[in-house]
């Protein structure tokens, strides 16, 4: 048998690291890890113990419950009560909307806030309202003040500062929730740095006609994926928070909501491992939704030429159809800007942060601003009206000629389309369903929020 010479096995050593290296560096920026060989599964007793708990209707001190049960606040009695659109685990109308509000430094709380308005309470104690919230957070009243020795005098103008924001958001469908689990942290990572590279390319090369990339939003456990802010990198932690916040159901993981004027009121977790796992199971499981190809040859042809323009003009640019392995998911889970710029020294629409003169901190830059907001998945969107994260485009139509900000370039590209052009969009858009197979609604009169 051939013996190396100390020089050739130091050569072969060599050549070995240096394909590792390659490998290495091939798999940590050309690849989106492991594929998604198989989708979400579950045992179906612990789905269908899941699906009795999504439905059930909760009262307080409920029999299913370990702590106190729905509440003390909250703002709906059952997670069907939200989902609904489509079938069971879609998403919700205006009508569902929450209240959430930011509270920015200020002088005596150096903090950064963030938290939820609960419409209904379980005692008149614990009500909340917009005034309520106001009270707790007033505006910071400025001063003017004269400086400087009596042979030069100036005045200092310290401006009101408003460290209240709030706004509302709608609710989201959790079809195809599963699978979005299962998205690697890679992929999207992955995507936005393809982005950042091709977007300097084309700067270089003086082409300004060019969507900017979105911030990747980090949080503990990993990238964010769900939320409209992506504010949770896991459906656990997601389905765990709206518990919390929309039925004030503590978790093995997350506390009930507290009340704003009992920040201290505590309970014991209302739902123990097993059944939290189940609901889980039960989100996890819901199938994702389809395109659904019209019958007809014209309107097949419509929605195929709408595809075609869909690309084109550059929606899917950041609606990316297939991500980290899920086909026709339609988003990058990146966070954008759909609202313009105030103008040079103006407040915007949410204000001005402190003023310099109170030297407090600003908003942390891991959090998202008030105008910033996760790419929304497309896919079910034909099934899931009205539209953006407030509701507040009653069509397809116009919440495309609302991207703004960030998707200037793509809105403006669809406002210059012909008017059969822009149809086309649409019908391409309405081929995106909820799943045939989704669960049915048993009572949705039954279970919608009341009305606020």
Not at 212 to 218: D, F, L, N
Request: glycine residues 10%; charged residues 20%; contains cysteine.
């Amino acid at each position: 048998m051939h013996r190396l010479s100390p020089t050739g096995q130091r050569r072969l050593c060599g050549l070995g690291l240096f394909g590792i290296a390659a490998v290495a560096i091939y798999w940590n920026f050309f690849t989106d890890g492991l594929p998604i060989m198989w989708g979400p599964t579950a045992r179906a007793a612990e789905v269908a113990a899941g699906r009795e708990l999504f439905e059930h209707q909760w009262e307080p001190n409920d029999p299913l419950a370990h702590g106190d049960g729905l509440g003390p606040v909250y703002n709906a009695r059952s997670c069907g009560a939200c989902h609904f659109q489509g079938g069971l685990g879609g998403g919700g109308g205006r009508e569902q909307n929450a209240v959430s509000f930011e509270v920015l430094p200020r002088p005596g709380d150096p903090n950064f806030r963030t938290g939820n308005l609960h419409h209904f309470s379980i005692t008149p104690a614990f009500k909340e309202s917009n005034d309520s919230l106001r009270a707790m957070f007033p505006i910071v009243k400025g001063s003017t003040t004269q400086s400087g020795d009596p042979h030069c005098r100036y005045t200092v103008t310290i401006p009101d500062f408003d460290p209240l924001h709030t706004q509302t958001v709608q609710t989201t469908a959790l079809f195809g929730a599963g699978w979005v689990d299962l998205i690697s942290d890679r992929a999207i990572l992955r995507n936005a740095r393809s982005r950042g590279l091709r977007s300097v390319v084309r700067e270089l090369s003086l082409d300004f006609d060019n969507i900017p990339v979105g911030r990747v939003r980090h949080v503990p456990g990993g990238v964010g994926k769900f939320g409209w802010k992506g504010q949770f990198a896991s459906l656990s932690e997601f389905v765990a928070a709206a518990c919390a916040n929309e039925l004030g159901l503590g978790t093995p993981t997350t506390e009930q909501a507290k009340p704003l004027s009992a920040p201290d009121h505590t309970s014991p977790p209302d739902l123990d491992k097993a059944q939290f796992r189940a609901l889980v199971a039960f989100v996890k499981t819901l199938p994702k939704p389809v395109e659904v190809v019209p019958d007809q040859a014209a309107a097949q042809a419509d929605a195929a030429h709408g595809k075609a323009l869909f690309g084109t003009i550059g929606c899917a640019v950041c609606h990316i159809p297939d991500m980290g392995g899920v086909k026709g998911i339609y988003t990058d889970f990146l966070l954008y800007t759909l609202s313009e710029p105030p103008p040079t020294g103006g407040s915007g629409e949410y204000g001005p942060g402190p003023p310099s003169q109170l030297e407090l901190p600003s908003r942390p830059d891991s959090e998202p601003r008030p105008d910033e907001w996760k790419t929304a998945a497309l896919w079910g969107v034909a099934d899931s009206a009205p539209y953006l994260h407030d509701g507040s485009a009653a069509t397809l139509h116009d919440a495309i000629l609302r991207h703004r900000g960030d998707a200037r370039i793509v809105g403006d590209k669809y406002k210059a389309l012909t008017p059969a052009d822009q149809l086309a969009v649409i019908a391409f858009l309405n081929t995106l369903k909820a799943p045939p197979d989704a669960p049915k609604v048993n009572s949705p009169a039954g279970t919608r929020l009341a009305s606020r």
